[in-house]
């Protein structure tokens, strides 16, 4: 019995060291990975001893991502490859797998990985367990594709202001095996204060690999950015700290930001826009009285400037009358819709090269549709007062203004055609400061189109010749009929305030806006007092198109509603198009510079000349006492 | 970007509360005084024959009309306003798509006219003034005080 | 200094007001509350549009539907209700007040069960860009011919809104 056990026994030890013989490699060692940068495409090659050739081993990095401008990220990802010699697993780095490390879409971003790298052989033998070891301090540096050019500008801005917080200075260019060289840094800046200097490499923020501007993004919600840098020509990885405890994101996550945006808001509607409306009614009311030839009423103040303050203290006293009858709650919700509509398109008015509330990407498309708020508005409000003239005025008055909307609209489109852009300062920057160079003088077929602009804004804004809506002589106050004091003052301080948003739009689209004769964009941007002389020419030109607005309501018979809609729609919105497709053409045609140039001045040149017999025939009008007013003045 | 919105909206917000602040302090400004006068908008001094009537808008329906041709031009509009900022790019790549490009949007518009000369052949886009009625004369002399 | 997020507090805003507006779009007796209500919503959905980074949708979304729709709507209460009739022109419906409050008990119940146990996958980070430029690139390259038909699709649609308002106008010529 003893004996059979022992035999036994010995069968089995000896089967079990056979067993352990044949259970293929004992030990496999995992050493490095190569290259540490990777994109997709790229073959990854983890390095080690004792592979089984030919095997197909299971990998997972497990550790954490560093993404410029995010928190650390902790994951787990598997990959596959095939070990193609004792030494060497291959791995091919596929698209899918670099989505896992740096993300999908746009979001995709330049990502470090380190942790630990787990690779394991499935068994010889079917049935035993894997074999598998961890390289622990593996670092994996993988690029996304290539972002759209815009993503691109936009984060390699976010990191030049992140480094300019922090007080460096980034040289312009860098070197090939990647970083961040460090041009100067502020004295006194976080950075001096961490300790880093001038010509130092920075080779890594926070554990993320500093490949380009575009990756110096703090995740921003943290105390410290750790750099790692390296000093002169020692290979030496030295680490610095930087505070950036209060290092924000760009859009404001505080209340600090907000809180200026309605300052900048409050100044410019407070400080400009009613000035300028109530300066323009003294203005009209002058020269009305000059143009009439009629005594000037009592004013008040000295040239009668006062008056229109006068007038708003005034519509202060007033008692205010909610009309019982119709809608009370539509009554009082009118006028903010309608100030609420004009003050809006004060945040893209370009009164400066960097003078601009918001440079919104959709810009002149914005300002035609915050004025949709407001014909709702003048609807309503006609609607509220239970009034047949308020109603009447209010429909007339939408009807026009949204007859009158579509050539507009399409006037614009043609100046987007020719520059490329919603951008108000861009369509600006496509022109030039002396007037052959704006678009008005461009073509003959620009010129129309300012021309049709101009009507159809200033039937939008209805004022004369087509302000039958609300005129005094027609229907009480049109739409605002029923309203009393503040109330109506809001709706006329509206459309005065609108009145200027037209002329200025105008200004910039057509004639240049800030740009001043003779002064380059670059000159502007340096000086910032050249900017303020930029701000006064924009008001000067938007001021000669608001002459001329008053000087037309002075001159001309009014036009019926009915009339001035059939005009829209048979006779404005055809020729829009048709100007429209002559722009395209001209934007697909273009003619070379001097050719353009060349048109440019003859335009110019021309209406120079218009200008000077139209001048000289109301010369003669004014002195001749029989002079036939009803004259050709062009003759 | 969320920047620029926040400015729209700081604007909008300011815009309300100037209109509301003037309300207040033109109330505190006015003080207290009872109603004295009707409330109703219609002219106190009205004989009693024109007794305020509820108002009814005695209008061409055709207004309606308008805003419907106006909505479809809008949304045209509103779809050639993207074409118009890409045509300067697709003229600059090469003659061949600047034409393509060129050829579309004219088809586009060409439509549309189309619809429009609809319109215009059946004389949905004249407006009359009153339903029924004749014209008054087309213009009318602006010579009152500039409020 | 607190760090509040502003994209959150503006959605919730927006959130309120869309709601609200459509709340009173829902409840309100004359119709042209409702048309202020709708307004309302309107202006939500282009401030949502706007904060996911589509700013062209946005001001198109106020341009035409503000601008134009809700003009059709008003222009359309206005012509054909006095004041009297149409400050009580939207009444709810007196019969079946029960059940419907019923059903939206369960159906409130329902979706916010489901809104509260789905795994809702999480989009990409949102990156803020314009959006013209590329919808602009889109109607003249890959998506052109749905851009031409578009015009036809207009063309139709005002033939025919002008031949059955036509019909209407004759009809109801007499105010």
Partial sequence: ?635 | MLTAYATVLAFMLVAATLVSGSLLVARFVRGRRPPTAPESTQDVSDAPESAPHPARFNFDPRFCLVAFVFVVFDVAVAFLVPVAVVLKRWAAESRGTGVRALIEVFAFAGVLLLGLAYARKNGDLEVEATAGGASPPTTVPSDDDPA | MARVDIAGVAFVALALLTLGSAAIVAFARSVMHSAAGLLGVLCGVAGFYALLSADFLAAVQLLVYVGGTLVVFLFAVMLTLTSARAASSNEPIATGRRAAGWATIALAFALVTIALDTIWPLGEKLVQLPTTAKLGHALLGPYALPFELLALLLLATTVGALAIARSAVKVGAEP
Wanted: glycine letters at 8%; aromatic letters at 10%.
């Fill in chain 1, 1 to 635: 019995m003893r004996l059979a056990l022992h035999v036994f026994a010995l069968v089995l030890v000896s089967l079990a060291s056979s067993c352990a013989r044949d259970a293929g490699p004992q030990l496999i060692e995992v050493l490095d990975l190569a290259p540490h940068e990777v994109e997709a495409g790229d073959r990854v090659e983890v390095l080690g001893a004792s592979f089984p050739q030919g095997k197909h081993a299971k990998m997972t990095f497990r550790g954490t991502l560093h993404r410029p401008g995010e928190k650390p990220e902790s994951a787990e990802i598997p990959a596959e490859g095939d070990a193609t010699s004792a030494t060497q697993i291959s791995i091919d780095f596929t698209e899918g797998l670099q989505q896992l490390f740096c993300g999908v879409g746009e979001g995709a971003a330049h990502t470090t990985f380190d942790g630990e790298l787990e690779v394991s052989f499935p068994a010889a033998t079917a049935g035993a367990p894997a074999v598998s070891t961890t390289l622990h301090a593996a670092t994996l540096d993988v690029r996304p594709p290539t972002p759209r050019r815009a993503v691109l500008d936009a984060r390699r801005t976010e990191g030049e202001r992140a480094l300019a917080y922090m007080g460096i200075r980034p040289a312009k260019t860098s070197p090939p095996s990647g970083g961040i060289v460090v041009e100067s840094v502020e004295p006194g800046s976080r950075a001096d204060k961490a300790g880093i200097q001038a010509n130092d490499l920075l080779t890594s923020l926070d554990k993320l690999r500093l490949t380009s501007l575009a990756d110096a993004i703090p995740a921003g919600a943290q105390l410290l950015a750790t750099f790692t840098l390296r000093r002169g020509t020692s290979p030496a990885e030295i680490t610095r700290e930087v505070h950036i405890e209060s290092y924000r994101g760009s859009p404001p996550a505080d209340l600090y930001g907000a809180a200026l945006l309605i300052a900048i808001a409050a100044a410019v509607i407070i400080f400009f826009m009613a000035p300028t409306a109530g300066a323009l009614t003294w203005v009209e009311r002058r020269v009305a009285g000059r143009m009439r030839s009629r005594a000037r009423a009592n004013e008040a103040g000295r040239r009668r400037a006062l008056t229109w303050r006068a007038d708003g203290i005034k519509m202060l006293l007033e008692k205010d009358v909610v009309p019982s009858a119709r809608d009370s709650r539509l009554f009082r919700l009118a006028p903010y819709l309608v100030f609420i509509g004009v003050s809006a398109s004060f945040v893209v008015m370009p009164f400066g090269q960097y003078l601009i509330a918001a440079d919104l990407d959709v810009g002149i498309l914005y300002v035609l549709a915050v004025t949709s708020l407001v014909t709702v508005g003048l609807l309503s409000g006609g609607w509220a007062a239970d009034n047949e003239y308020s109603l009447t005025g209010g429909i007339r008055a939408a009807g026009q203004i949204v007859s009158c909307q579509v050539p507009g609209a399409i006037a614009v489109a043609c100046i987007v055609m020719m520059t490329g852009s919603l951008r108000l300062q861009e369509i600006i920057h496509a022109q030039g400061g002396w007037p052959w160079e704006w678009f008005l003088f461009k073509n003959p077929v620009t010129f129309a189109t300012f021309c049709l602009l101009f009507t159809t804004a200033l039937a939008q804004v209805n004022r004369a010749p087509f302000e039958l809506p609300e005129a005094e002589s027609e229907a009480a106050a049109g739409y605002a009929t029923g309203y009393v004091g503040v109330r109506y003052l809001f709706f006329f301080f509206a459309e005065w305030a609108n009145v200027f948003v037209m002329c200025g739009i105008a200004a910039a689209l057509f004639m240049g806006g800030w740009q001043v004769p003779g002064l380059s964009t670059g000159a502007q941007e340096a000086h910032f007092g050249l900017q303020l002389v930029g701000a006064l020419v924009f008001l000067a030109k938007a001021w000669m198109l608001l002459a001329l607005v008053i000087w037309i309501r002075l001159t001309w018979p009014r036009v019926r509603v009915e009339r001035m809609m059939a005009l829209c729609w048979k006779r404005f919105v055809p020729m829009a198009f048709a100007a429209f497709a002559l722009c395209a053409g001209w934007v697909v045609w273009s003619p070379g510079r001097t050719a353009q140039t060349v048109m440019g001045v003859g335009m110019f040149a021309v209406f120079c000349v218009a200008l000077a017999r139209f001048a000289q025939r109301v010369r003669y009008n004014l002195h001749a006492p029989q002079a036939d007013a009803r004259l050709n003045p062009f003759l």
